[in-house]
């Protein structure tokens, strides 16, 4: 199938592409830099911005699937990165009724998530990533208040990691739910599987390690 990823020069993203050219798919990717991969047969990769509204269409063409995996990196600014990419699809959605997959990666502390982290967890995005998973939060409120068919990931602490296909995803908020770390590969891994199947359709889902 055909699959865009917005974000995926590096991260999440980058294991993203990986994956999903491993498990033979076709992947368009949008990124402002090029992706450095050794691998580009059945990759279609476009120099953009996530937040520009011709670069965001050109790159869904013709996608059976779109995974979001945008990140601002070790900047803790505030931005509006995340609630403009979600103004600008949801502005291209009602002018074209797109039904494809929606697979949003935020984090395990955005949304109501917050109130079941643990205590340290809860001061480090209280002080450092206060701005940042603010502007998440808007996204998925917006993103989850339409019509699209949006799933939402909030992985816990990433891990650099060999894939191991082995992770625990939690699709209700619970007391001591203890989402903990993930390796990057085995979030890539869930991501591409839910383009491919979306059976998680219009849920959070917390992921971790087993």
Do not use: C
């Not at 502005?91 to 009724?97: C, L, V």
């Not at 929606?102 to 109501?112: H, K, L």
């Not at 939402?152 to 699709?171: A, S």
Request: proline share 1%; glycine share 8%; charged share 25%.
């Amino acid at each position: 199938m055909n699959i865009t990823i917005i974000g995926a020069s590096a991260g999440i993203g980058l294991e993203t592409v990986k994956r999903g050219l491993n498990r033979n798919h076709s992947i368009t990717t949008l990124s402002r830099s090029e992706i450095n991969i050794e691998e580009k047969q059945s990759l279609n990769m476009i120099l953009g911005d996530a937040t520009n509204k011709a670069d965001l269409f050109k790159s869904i063409q013709n996608a059976d699937a779109l995974i979001i995996t945008l990140g601002t990196g070790k900047n803790m600014k505030a931005t509006t990165l995340f609630s403009d990419f979600a103004k600008l699809i949801l502005e291209i959605h009602n002018e074209n009724k797109i039904t494809i997959p929606f697979i949003f990666v935020t984090g395990f502390g955005a949304g109501e998530s917050k109130n079941y982290v643990p205590w340290l967890v809860k001061m480090f995005l209280k002080y450092l990533l206060k701005d940042v998973y603010a502007d998440k939060t808007k996204m998925e409120e917006m993103i989850t208040h339409s019509d699209l068919n949006w799933t939402v990931v909030r992985p816990g602490r990433l891990l650099d990691k060999e894939l191991t296909e082995k992770y625990r995803i939690e699709n209700k908020l619970f007391k001591g739910i203890n989402i903990g770390g993930i390796n990057r590969a085995d979030l890539a891994d869930f991501l591409i599987k839910q383009a491919e199947n979306q059976t998680e359709l219009k849920k959070y889902i917390g992921i971790s390690e087993k």
